[in-house]
């Protein structure tokens, strides 16, 4: 085994909850306390009902795997299928304020695919989270 440079960076892939591999993972994150500030993770789990505020670009929400949570902050809008009480994993980094800052939103969606009626245009567009879609 070659051993690290301890000053490199490092990507760390973290997963669970809401039908994602894993469990109590958000919980493993927050334990490793100061250690875990700063450093590039994935956390999966439910966007908690009630958590969501803000606008598209300046997202706050919570994401609990079912047995922690962890605040998460977003100024990069997710697709129109996110909304509380939906899958979805965080590609961020924990800030020492206890907030994860995401740069990245990745929302999971069901497998049924419904074709837009003819005449309508399918959208990419982003909407507020609170909106229905």
């Known amino acids: 085994m070659t051993e690290r440079d301890p000053g490199a960076p490092r990507t760390v892939l973290v997963t669970g909850g809401a039908g994602f591999l894993g469990i109590n993972l958000i919980r493993a994150l927050l334990a490793r306390g100061d250690a875990a500030v700063g450093e590039t993770v994935r956390l999966g789990g439910q966007v908690a009902i009630g958590s969501v505020s803000g606008p598209a670009t300046d997202l706050a929400f919570v994401l609990t795997d079912g047995d922690a949570s962890i605040p ?51 959208s990419d567009q982003v909407i507020d989270p609170g909106e229905d879609p």
């Open 72 to 122: 998460v902050h977003s100024t990069v809008a997710p697709t129109r299928s996110f909304r509380e009480g939906s899958g979805a994993v965080v590609e961020g980094a924990l800030g020492s304020d206890g907030v994860f800052e995401a740069t990245q939103v990745i929302v999971k969606h069901d497998e049924n695919y419904e074709a837009p009626a003819p005449g309508d245009v399918p």
